[in-house]
């Protein structure tokens, strides 16, 4: 069994910064791929950020280009998402989700197999 705990949701202005956190216990964590999501009410959950198990590759969502940062530090079983320059949209839950290794895709939620508890972000204007 896998369990993701994330952390450093908040609130925040618009134009500032956060990073949430997000541990991981139960398994090898450097054999996971890990991914960000976001859910704002009423809406679909979004992909945001994804990091292949060895951290040479990252993808991201056009909306978060150049904004949002993925990073892992598999000694601390930790995957990260820096934010900067937030904006109003960007308020949602934001889930931290980890899946096996492989594969070409990154951004389907069904391609990861275990999910944190969503950490919340708000972003005012």
């Known amino acids: 069994q896998v369990h993701l705990v994330e952390s450093g949701g908040g609130l925040v202005q618009a134009g500032g910064s956060l990073r949430l956190s997000c541990v991981v216990s139960g398994r090898t964590f450097s054999g996971y791929r890990m991914g960000w999501f976001r859910q704002a009410p009423g809406k679909e959950r979004a992909f945001v950020a994804a990091?292949?198990?060895?951290?040479?590759?990252?993808y991201y969502a056009d909306s978060v280009k150049g904004r949002f940062t993925i990073s892992r530090d598999n000694a601390k079983n930790t995957v990260y998402l820096q934010m900067n320059s937030l904006k109003p949209e960007d308020t949602a839950d934001y889930y931290c989700?980890?899946?096996?290794?492989?594969?070409?895709?990154?951004?389907?939620?069904?391609?990861?197999?275990?999910w944190g508890q969503g950490t919340q972000v708000t972003v005012s204007s």
């Open positions: 990091i292949r198990w060895s951290g040479s590759s990252t």
């Open positions: 989700a980890a899946g096996p290794a492989g594969g070409i895709s990154m951004t389907s939620p069904s391609l990861y197999d275990y």
